[in-house]
């Protein structure tokens, strides 16, 4: 995966938890609230799912598990898949932002 299309998968990203925070945080009952409240819900469960899943992989990669845990349940395998070829290429570097 390139640069810029990390950066543009990692936007996407974001821009779903905003969208399923704010259909979480305001009143309606109307069809986009519901929708982002499922996707906020859908979120959370897959993200932290991929953190159990890609655990052992983030545990060998080094560097602080904190920030890795954190990363990937922003961001899940956008996050993980560029940071392990990086590992198995050679470089430890862990890819933030």
Request: some cysteine.
């Amino acid at each position: 995966m390139n640069e810029t299309l990390i950066k543009i998968l990692k936007a996407g990203v974001i821009g779903a938890w905003i969208f399923g925070m704010w259909a979480s945080l305001t009143p309606g009952e109307d069809t986009l609230h519901i929708a982002g409240r499922a996707l906020f819900g859908i979120l959370i469960l897959v993200h932290l799912a991929e953190c159990g899943i890609f655990y052992g992989t983030l545990k060998k990669i080094g560097g602080s598990m904190g920030q890795h845990l954190l990363q990937t349940f922003i961001y899940g395998m956008i996050y993980v898949l560029p940071l392990k070829a990086k590992a198995a290429a050679g470089g430890q570097d862990s890819m933030n932002g």
